[in-house]
């Protein structure tokens, strides 16, 4: 039948019928409207004839009989995602198993091309609709959440095209056969009080950064949603900023930053190694802040005797000039102790000197997602005949319960992994400090007292630093408003590797504060009342000052799969696991933060809660004392 119906369109498109041009006309069938569909007649724009295929597949056989009764009864955006509730049935076909039905969102682009996105099969009954539909077709509902800045292959957005939105039913009849049909939305006008609903999508990998614009209209000549995808920008990010700035800089330069440093180191190792010089090395921060900054105010308030060279940068793009290469392979040739705070690369192919020590002070507190080593065979993992990290001498971490992880991580043995707990948590233990700190924050931004403070801080999302990126477009900023803003403020602290742009409309103002600028994060966690993270380190640190924490883990699935972690997730997290907007805010309504989960997360990882790790690693790596003699 359906190729009877494809030779009837092309003899209709060839050799018009007077009598269906003269219907075309009263219709008033514009250029843009693909199809035209009566009782009697197809009338079929050929243009968009490709278009119009799916739905003659569907129209074609006995199942043109079938009589769809169909209906968008919610439609809401947030960005770009998109959530859309109704029912979908056939007339007389059952729908009373849920087994037995299935629906989905079908996109169809211009060239006809379809993308089938599944819909959460729901009883009718939970749409609460005024008119009242059969038993029959108990399982006629539906519900789905669509995100297009994630929607295609590798999470990227939806390709660039024009696509039109229908509705698919499929039903199985037991001792029959199956049902199919899929049809339009029909009119949603009502759901876009503007006429229409725009957003941005972007996509950040290390060799590609993609952005798009979204439109979404109700296209009145089909009756159904009209989806505008426009790519707007498309580019290797190498190929701009500091990537390029190296690419520019030429050979020359690349093999002074790598076998030039190395040969100088090795020239410089033929001198005597400063048994009293410190060099404290990073290419993640241009101050002394962090673990670097306890560390070295130990020393100093000990009046130590030692020497000490800072070699500071504020990421590893930034390039080094050749002065500081040098003066980089000679500090690191003739130091006694060369100590890290992050990852390091021009360190890691060097043969670190007998008598040297190269202590890394890692960043981060316990072991939550895994790292280096832990991640061969992942993405974004290491080669397993990597140099990186392999080279320590010495790891500090908060617990011995974690030592093998960051044993594995690192490619080193255990037993160079110290638990001394981490130096920048003994603020959490210094009542003066704290008072300090919260009274110079109300000062300077007074909006903070008076309320009850949530600060959101997650981690990024991508394999790194050149392809870090949050999708903001998960957070229901206007959900967020309605139900807090009378009793909280909401601060953000968004990870300094995160690329794209993030700006908070003007009229939540009063509510949302963008505070991702502020360098230490420790200091807000003084002020804050609920800390909304997802897998960030920054929860051992809050855990400390027992407060309420939310894991907003709206990706959790795939963050497993693709990153994975030490412990199973739900099992280890010290709060509420939330996947939605809806599933925060309820949590805070119903105050429920499992606390009583804080107090042995705490015992389990941090060895000492004494404020002391700074004295500890000054004890045990700078003057070579053992657990055994400070006791």
Known sequence: MLSRIKRKIKRLIRRPDPSVTAYKKESNMNADQPMFVDDERIIINKDHLQESLPLINQMAGEQEQLIPRRKVTALEWNGPIMKIKGYFYLEDIPMQDEDLVKKSLVLVDKLGRKMVISLRDIPVDQLKLQEKIDPFYQWSGFEGVVNFATIDTNNKPLPDSTYKAYIETEVHVLGEKIFRKMFTLGNIEQFFSQGFHSAKMEYFTAKREMKFNLLATYDQTVKTLKIISSNLKDFDPQEMGLDAEGKKWGVSHRFLNS???????????????????????SDSRSDMSGNFSYVYEEMQRRELDLDYHFMLKRGVGEKKTFREIKELAYHMATAKFIILDDFYPMVYPLKIRED????QLWHAVGAFKTF????????GGPSPQSKNHRNYTKAIVSSKNVAKYYAEGFGIDEDKVLSTGIPRTDVFFDKQYKEEVRQRLYEEFPFLEGKKVITFAPTFRGNGQQSAHYPMEVLDLDALYKELHEEYVFLFKIHPFVKNDFNIPYQYKDFFYDFSSYREINDLLFVTDLLITDYSSVCFEYALLNKPMI???????????KRDFYYEFTSFIPGKLARTTND???????????????????????????GQSSSRVVDQIILGKHNEEQQ
């Open 584 to 610: 925060i805010v309820r949590t805070i309504h119903d105050e429920d933060y499992k606390m009583e989960k804080i107090q042995p997360f705490i015992e389990y990882f941090f060895d000492d809660h004494d």
């Open 551 to 561: 894991f907003f883990a709206f990706d959790v699935e795939e963050y497993v799969q």
């Open 356 to 359: 040297a020590e190269l202590v």
């Open 259 to 281: 076998t030039g440093f190395r040969l100088l180191y090795k020239m410089y190792c033929t001198l005597p190694i400063k048994e009293n010089k410190v060099l404290f090395a």
């Open 372 to 379: 280096g080593f832990s991640r061969i065979g992942r993405p």
